[in-house]
């Protein structure tokens, strides 16, 4: 049996879309939905993200601010900027590009921004709020992985789910999508106990790690959902490296029942999910969070 392949890049497309669809309505009420995009210091794998992220924004109609700082700017400049940006009227979203220079207070900074224009759902206000169940700003990857579970299973409930990663940012908040999608949810981790059993008995499988093929493809329960978030860059002898998730892909195709690619899978969800949240923001910002929201 090989699984059906859950296409990230098509469904990616269609959340854009819809982005794209709202954010004309929007326009129709004078509201341009703002996203403005922090990047501080010059790594290169963020500042492809970012001008993802930007070019991205543009395509939606979204309007988009772009602040470039250098690497030397501290904590003190950093907070003036969220504060600056968080009074003003015509940005909606604020997007600090993580990891900051070890010299900045990440926490601090992220902590300064209003939980309204929090659109990567980093606040411990949107933490609290999703874990509660209320109206909460959701981070981008998760969100995207629960969208591509539902693309194969539209009812998961009941289902046995198995959350490998508990960061803050992927494995926490997607514990709570899956949990408000009545599954029942087991979370493993690195002090986690036989983790081949563990992924034996899952029917929905998100891995979240961070090491190439952490997971046998021969742990997988037959026609499980496997969603691998994992992003990791290998040499495989080719001179040039080679991007691989958290699961042994070749092995685990033969048993899942629909699996993410990588690349093609969850990457390109977290930036059409950030579209979402940006607009959603806008929306809420004018119309109340009793307004009708663009679902997920
Ligand atoms: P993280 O390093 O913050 O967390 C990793 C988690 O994996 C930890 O909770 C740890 O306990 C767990 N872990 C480590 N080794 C383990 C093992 N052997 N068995 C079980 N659990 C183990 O990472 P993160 O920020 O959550 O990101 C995880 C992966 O997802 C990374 O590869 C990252 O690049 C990728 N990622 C992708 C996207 C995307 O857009 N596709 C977004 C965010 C993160």
């Known amino acids: 049996m090989t699984a059906t392949l859950i296409d990230g890049r098509a469904a990616a497309e269609r959340l854009r879309q819809?982005?794209?669809e709202r954010t004309t309505e929007l326009r129709d009420h004078g509201l341009i939905p703002g996203l403005a995009v922090v990047l501080v210091g010059d790594d290169p794998a963020s500042r492809?993200?970012?001008?993802?992220?930007?070019?991205?924004?543009?395509?939606a109609g979204l309007r988009h601010f772009d602040h470039r700082l250098p690497a030397t700017t501290t904590t003190a400049e950093l907070l003036q900027l969220v504060q600056k940006l968080n009074a003003d009227p015509d940005v909606h979203g604020i997007l600090v590009q993580l990891p900051l220079p070890a010299a900045v207070d990440s926490a601090t900074v992220l902590a300064a921004i209003d939980p309204a224009k929090d659109v990567d759902g980093f606040h411990a206000l949107n933490a609290g709020r999703l874990a509660l169940g209320e109206d909460a700003t959701v981070p981008c990857t998760p969100l995207g992985c629960l969208i591509l579970i539902r693309e194969v299973l539209p009812d998961m409930r009941g289902k046995r789910a198995l959350v490998i990663g508990r960061s803050n940012i992927v494995g926490k908040p997607m514990v709570q999508l899956l949990l408000q999608n009545d599954c029942t949810v087991t979370i493993a981790h690195s002090r986690t106990r036989d983790l081949p059993a563990l992924c034996g008995e899952a029917e929905i499988l998100v891995a979240a790690i961070g090491r190439p093929k952490a997971i046998a493809g021969d742990w997988i329960r037959q026609g499980a959902i496997v969603i691998d978030v994992g992003i990791n860059r290998i040499d495989d002898g080719s001179g040039k490296p080679k991007v691989v998730g958290d699961v042994d892909f070749a092995t685990a195709v033969t048993r899942a029942g629909a699996i993410t690619p990588v690349p093609g899978g969850v990457g390109p969800m977290t930036i059409a999910c950030l579209l979402l949240n940006t607009v959603n923001a806008a929306i809420r910002s004018r119309f109340g969070v009793a307004a009708e929201i663009l679902k997920p």
């Open 18 to 20: 819809r982005v794209a």
């Open 48 to 59: 492809i993200y970012v001008g993802s992220k930007t070019r991205q924004a543009q395509e």
